[in-house]
């Protein structure tokens, strides 16, 4: 039996009404897997293989219940998605805003599954998080926060069960107070988080590693091409972890920088970021608007986006769908040929048929990201194993996963007149193991 895209996309939309995000993801992958599944493991489809990877293994929803400081009783809402585990424990970020849905948890989830694979390292997919806000919340907030909340998820997690991390909102401060209060409830030391401190379990180079990482993956885009950063200007949005890193490593390479962003704006400095500006950048926190007041060179727009400036690469490294067809539109007329995604889906699917369209180098996040979850996996194997390895050791392994990403991405998106679709590429040569994985373990 051959599987049909239109009718599947229906079947998912009927199963997961309002469910936009969820949706989007299914799609970006199932458009490459389809025909792919229908050529080469036909039999897949009897065993309903995809119908199957749409569905999540458990979806665990709790209250976080916590008083504020001013002792009033404040109420979250808290999530786990158990997305898959055919290859490895489940592994994924939590992310703590606002925004947060099951919706949204659920397509980072089915994209860790597929990012996780392409790491090469025995993880499963999950993810979680809460509508907690951490904006302007004190210290003691957020621990009290953190402690009600793991105090419902260490029933769920563990280290060969399910291995969560941080993502937007979650930093090592909450990895922390998450840690310690998991750690106190099961009198347990053990790797059941990622991001930890390097004094307490902790790997070197997993703050910096999806943004290493993604500028390690256009480095490889662009030596596929025999060309170099040199002489590229760079557009990034987002100023957290993963642009800031992105940048650093960036400027390292020999690009040069010209925007960073946050929910207030885009920063734009036409002379570039140097190593001392970014330092700047990072004391100032959410503040990045005051740049302007030390380096006269810089303006910060409240009505404009990185994508509005001329530059050679962007790398959208914010939050999802944060790049329209709108923005690719302007970037390709303004001359841009690559882009990187350092955030999850930041690019929505009608950018993504304007950039293939245009013939830009585009890098989906779930390549392109990996990164970070990858240095998560060797946090994993540190721990296992009762070591720390030096910055040197883990940035070497990053470097060596990120090319063998690159590799996949080649080996699976290659089209007839050479150019790398590496959607396709990732969406491929992420799901053979776990296909492969599902079919042998039986109906599970
Ligand atoms: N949240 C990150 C991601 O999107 C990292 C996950 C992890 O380290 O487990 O991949």
Same mark, same amino acid.
């Given at each position: 039996?051959?599987?049909?895209?239109?009718?599947?996309?229906?079947?998912?939309?009927?199963?997961?009404?309002?469910?936009?995000?969820?949706?989007?993801?299914?799609?970006?992958?199932?458009?490459?897997?389809?025909?792919?599944?229908?050529?080469?493991?036909?039999?897949?489809?009897?065993?309903?293989?995809?119908?199957?990877?749409?569905?999540?293994?458990?979806?665990?929803?709790?209250?976080?219940?916590?008083?504020?400081?001013?002792?009033?009783?404040?109420?979250?809402?808290?999530?786990?998605?158990?997305?898959?585990?055919?290859?490895?424990?489940?592994?994924?970020?939590?992310?703590?805003?606002?925004?947060?849905?099951?919706?949204?948890?659920?397509?980072?989830?089915?994209?860790?599954?597929?990012?996780?694979?392409?790491?090469?390292?025995?993880?499963?997919?999950?993810?979680?998080?809460?509508?907690?806000?951490?904006?302007?919340?004190?210290?003691?907030?957020?621990?009290?926060?953190?402690?009600?909340?793991?105090?419902?998820?260490?029933?769920?997690?563990?280290?060969?069960?399910?291995?969560?991390?941080?993502?937007?909102?979650?930093?090592?401060?909450?990895?922390?107070?998450?840690?310690?209060?998991?750690?106190?409830?099961?009198?347990?030391?053990?790797?059941?988080?990622?991001?930890?401190?390097?004094?307490?379990?902790?790997?070197?180079?997993?703050?910096?590693?999806?943004?290493?990482?993604?500028?390690?993956?256009?480095?490889?885009?662009?030596?596929?091409?025999?060309?170099?950063?040199?002489?590229?200007?760079?557009? %990034?949005?987002?100023?957290?972890?993963?642009?800031?890193?992105?940048?650093?490593?960036?400027?390292?390479?020999?690009?040069?920088?010209?925007?960073?962003?946050?929910?207030?704006?885009?920063?734009?400095?036409?002379?570039?970021?140097?190593?001392?500006?970014?330092?700047?950048?990072?004391?100032?926190?959410?503040?990045?608007?005051?740049?302007?007041?030390?380096?006269?060179?810089?303006?910060?727009?409240?009505?404009?986006?990185?994508?509005?400036?001329?530059?050679?690469?962007?790398?959208?490294?914010?939050?999802?769908?944060?790049?329209?067809?709108?923005?690719?539109?302007?970037?390709?007329?303004?001359?841009?040929?690559?882009?990187?995604?350092?955030?999850?889906?930041?690019?929505?699917?009608?950018?993504?048929?304007?950039?293939?369209?245009?013939?830009?180098?585009?890098?989906?996040?779930?390549?392109?990201?990996?990164?970070?979850?990858?240095?998560?996996?060797?946090?994993?194997?540190?721990?296992?194993?009762?070591?720390?390895?030096?910055?040197?050791?883990?940035?070497?392994?990053?470097?060596?996963?990120?090319?063998?990403?690159?590799?996949?991405?080649?080996?699976?998106?290659?089209?007839?007149?050479?150019? %790398?679709?590496?959607?396709?590429?990732?969406?491929?040569?992420?799901?053979?193991?776990?296909?492969?994985?599902?079919?042998?373990?039986?109906?599970?």
């Amino acid at each position: 039996m051959s599987l049909n895209f239109k009718n599947f996309i229906k079947y998912v939309t009927d199963k997961n009404p309002n469910e936009p995000e969820f949706l989007q993801a299914v799609a970006e992958v199932t458009e490459d897997l389809i025909p792919y599944i229908n050529e080469k493991h036909p039999t897949w489809n009897d065993l309903k293989i995809l119908e199957r990877i749409v569905e999540p293994e458990r979806v665990i929803s709790f209250r976080v219940t916590w008083l504020d400081d001013k002792n009033v009783v404040q109420v979250n809402r808290g999530y786990r998605v158990q997305m898959n585990s055919a290859i490895g424990p489940y592994k994924g970020g939590l992310r703590f805003s606002p925004t947060v849905n099951l919706s949204i948890l659920k397509f980072l989830a089915f994209e860790q599954v597929f990012k996780n694979s392409l790491t090469g390292i025995p993880l499963g997919g999950g993810k979680g998080g809460s509508d907690f806000d951490p904006k302007g919340k004190s210290d003691n907030e957020i621990m009290r926060f953190c402690q009600s909340f793991m105090t419902e998820l260490f029933r769920h997690v563990g280290p060969e069960t399910d291995v969560p991390a941080g993502d937007i909102g979650v930093g090592e401060r909450e990895v922390g107070y998450m840690f310690g209060q998991y750690k106190r409830i099961q009198n347990h030391f053990a790797g059941v988080l990622t991001g930890k401190g390097p004094n307490w379990g902790g790997s070197y180079i997993r703050p910096e590693a999806t943004g290493y990482g993604l500028l390690y993956f256009v480095q490889c885009i662009l030596e596929n091409l025999d060309e170099d950063f040199s002489g590229k200007t760079i557009a %990034i949005s987002g100023a957290g972890n993963v642009a800031y890193y992105a940048a650093e490593k960036a400027v390292n390479l020999g690009g040069k920088v010209i925007t960073l962003s946050n929910s207030s704006g885009c920063l734009h400095d036409p002379e570039g970021f140097s190593l001392e500006k970014l330092h700047h950048v990072a004391s100032l926190g959410r503040e990045l608007a005051k740049y302007t007041e030390t380096y006269k060179s810089g303006q910060f727009f409240t009505d404009k986006k990185p994508w509005d400036f001329a530059c050679d690469i962007a790398l959208p490294c914010a939050t999802q769908n944060e790049l329209d067809e709108q923005d690719a539109k302007t970037l390709v007329k303004n001359g841009c040929r690559f882009v990187a995604e350092g955030a999850n889906m930041p690019s929505t699917m009608e950018a993504i048929k304007y950039f293939h369209k245009s013939k830009v180098h585009f890098a989906p996040g779930k390549a392109a990201n990996a990164g970070g979850v990858a240095v998560s996996g060797l946090e994993m194997s540190q721990n296992w194993i009762g070591q720390q390895w030096t910055s040197e050791k883990v940035d070497g392994r990053l470097k060596g996963i990120m090319e063998n990403i690159h590799k996949t991405c080649v080996k699976y998106g290659k089209e007839e007149d050479g150019h %790398i679709n590496y959607l396709k590429g990732a969406n491929i040569g992420g799901f053979i193991k776990v296909g492969s994985a599902m079919k042998a373990q039986g109906l599970v």
